[in-house]
């Protein structure tokens, strides 16, 4: 059992919980980083969500 299927396995029931704490990471990577690397992290973060199965519901757009 690979890493990314233990982790699919913990977050189960709890999708939105996970979506909110990849996107409250990248917002503290942005903050950090002057958001210098803003669409980075916003890859980073889409592909996150898309591995562990919550990317049904985007998260706000940034302005």
Known sequence: M???DKLKGMIKGHED???QG???AG???DAKTG???QSQVD???QKINEQLG???QQPP???
């Open 2 to 4: 690979s890493m990314l």
């Open 17 to 19: 919980t996970a979506r």
């Open 22 to 24: 990849v996107e409250k």
């Open 27 to 29: 917002d503290a990577v």
């Open 35 to 37: 958001n210098k690397y």
């Open 43 to 45: 890859t980073a973060q």
């Open 54 to 56: 919550t990317q049904d």
């Open 61 to 63: 757009a940034r302005e």
